[in-house]
């Protein structure tokens, strides 16, 4: 038995993609110990993940604090670990590669750096969709992929039955309005005539919610949606993807949320601006889909309902 280290630091939407391929890992070394190396947002989700013995946590502190680099690198070679698999593929990754197996090939280290096809450069290869890059990197690696390209992202959802008692929640459907406020680009600004049109087509037949993150809370206000919160405080990401996994529809921003229903296989679409394509962040799947307009601001609400019946018949 050895023990197997997989990196993967964040963010949300990341960690909800990288499902299968951490699966494939773990299913592919059934007698090995696997081990994440994660940072503080997911420290305790990846504790539930059933295939992973254990994790570790990056604080990913600047790589000038030389003390704390010192007993990062000195927790990480008690494990003697026989192969690393990289799925941050960061040039803090690769730092850290440098430090603890510089020489490493691909049948100790695995990361687009080590797998990267011949002739083929990091830039050209990253034009590539994430679960692709994800499934040659493995591949490359000896790794059966029977679920690379289909994540599951179920096993971080927990029982959210008393949250939705206190909000009466039995058909909802939700909407994620929200984005960081450096990616403004990817805020679809209709939500509330969206929520109208709902409301009017269905009679009121179903409550529209939304589950703002702990800084989206004060701009929840601004939505005519009901605001979904535990005692208070925005939900943790596992009550989240419980919230996400009982819905009828989820309607969202390409963010971490968006991601993640997708990845649970609920039914929803994600609204995409200019700044990337669904195809590139692999974001479609069976139930999930997206609208891509050069300019957000002219997506009309209208569009994004017709897309809605599309998709599920209410």
Same mark, same amino acid.
């Given at each position: 038995?050895?023990?197997?280290?997989?990196?993967?630091?964040?963010?949300?939407?990341?960690?909800?993609?990288?499902?299968?391929?951490?699966?494939?890992?773990?299913?592919?070394?059934?007698?090995?110990?696997?081990?994440?190396?994660?940072?503080?947002?997911?420290?305790?989700?990846?504790?539930?993940?059933?295939?992973?013995?254990?994790?570790?946590?990056?604080?990913?502190?600047?790589?000038?604090n030389l003390?704390?680099?010192?007993?990062l690198?000195?927790?990480?070679?008690?494990?003697?670990?026989?192969?690393?698999?990289?799925?941050?593929?960061?040039?803090?990754?690769?730092?850290?590669?440098?430090?603890?197996?510089?020489?490493?090939?691909?049948?100790?280290?695995?990361?687009?750096?080590?797998?990267?096809p011949?002739?083929?450069?990091?830039?050209?290869?990253?034009?590539?969709?994430?679960?692709?890059?994800?499934?040659?990197?493995?591949?490359?690696?000896?790794?059966?992929?029977?679920?690379?390209?289909?994540?599951?992202?179920?096993?971080?959802?927990?029982?959210?039955?008393?949250?939705?008692?206190?909000?009466?929640?039995?058909?909802?459907?939700?909407?994620?309005?929200?984005?960081?406020?450096?990616?403004?680009?990817?805020?679809?600004?209709?939500?509330?005539?969206?929520?109208?049109?709902?409301?009017?087509?269905?009679?009121?037949?179903?409550?529209?919610?939304?589950?703002?993150?702990?800084?989206?809370?004060?701009?929840?206000?601004?939505?005519?949606?009901?605001?979904?919160?535990? @005692?208070? $405080? #925005?939900?943790n990401?596992?009550? /989240? +993807?419980? *919230?996400?996994?009982?819905?009828? !529809?989820?309607?969202?921003?390409?963010?971490?949320?968006?991601?993640?229903t997708?990845?649970?296989?609920?039914?929803?679409?994600?609204?995409?601006?200019?700044?990337?394509?669904?195809?590139?962040?692999?974001?479609?799947?069976? @139930?999930? $889909? #997206?609208?891509?307009?050069?300019? /957000? +601001?002219? *997506?009309?609400?209208?569009?994004? !309902?017709?897309?809605?019946?599309?998709?599920?018949?209410?």
């Amino acid at each position: 038995m050895s023990n197997i280290l997989i990196i993967k630091h964040g963010s949300l939407g990341d960690i909800a993609q990288a499902s299968g391929a951490i699966q494939d890992i773990c299913e592919n070394h059934e007698n090995d110990d696997v081990y994440l190396l994660t940072t503080k947002p997911y420290f305790d989700l990846f504790k539930k993940n059933p295939f992973l013995k254990g994790v570790i946590l990056d604080k990913r502190l600047p790589r000038y604090n030389l003390i704390y680099l010192y007993f990062l690198m000195r927790e990480l070679k008690k494990y003697s670990f026989s192969k690393v698999y990289d799925l941050q593929n960061s040039s803090r990754t690769a730092f850290y590669k440098r430090i603890l197996s510089p020489k490493a090939s691909k049948e100790i280290w695995s990361s687009t750096e080590t797998t990267l096809p011949e002739g083929t450069t990091k830039q050209d290869f990253d034009k590539d969709s994430v679960l692709s890059r994800f499934d040659y990197q493995l591949k490359s690696s000896g790794i059966d992929t029977n679920h690379t390209m289909k994540p599951d992202f179920s096993w971080s959802t927990v029982d959210i039955s008393e949250i939705k008692k206190n909000y009466e929640l039995d058909k909802y459907i939700i909407l994620f309005p929200f984005c960081s406020p450096h990616l403004t680009s990817k805020k679809w600004p209709y939500y509330n005539d969206l929520i109208s049109i709902i409301n009017q087509k269905f009679e009121n037949k179903f409550k529209v919610v939304t589950a703002p993150g702990p800084d989206e809370i004060e701009d929840a206000k601004n939505i005519n949606a009901l605001c979904v919160l535990d @005692n208070g $405080k #925005a939900l943790n990401i596992s009550q /989240l +993807s419980g *919230l996400i996994k009982d819905s009828l !529809f989820v309607v969202a921003n390409d963010t971490g949320p968006a991601h993640m229903t997708a990845h649970l296989g609920s039914k929803g679409i994600a609204l995409f601006g200019s700044h990337t394509t669904p195809f590139k962040v692999s974001i479609e799947r069976e @139930n999930f $889909k #997206a609208i891509q307009a050069p300019d /957000l +601001s002219k *997506l009309s609400a209208e569009k994004v !309902f017709e897309r809605m019946s599309q998709i599920f018949k209410f």
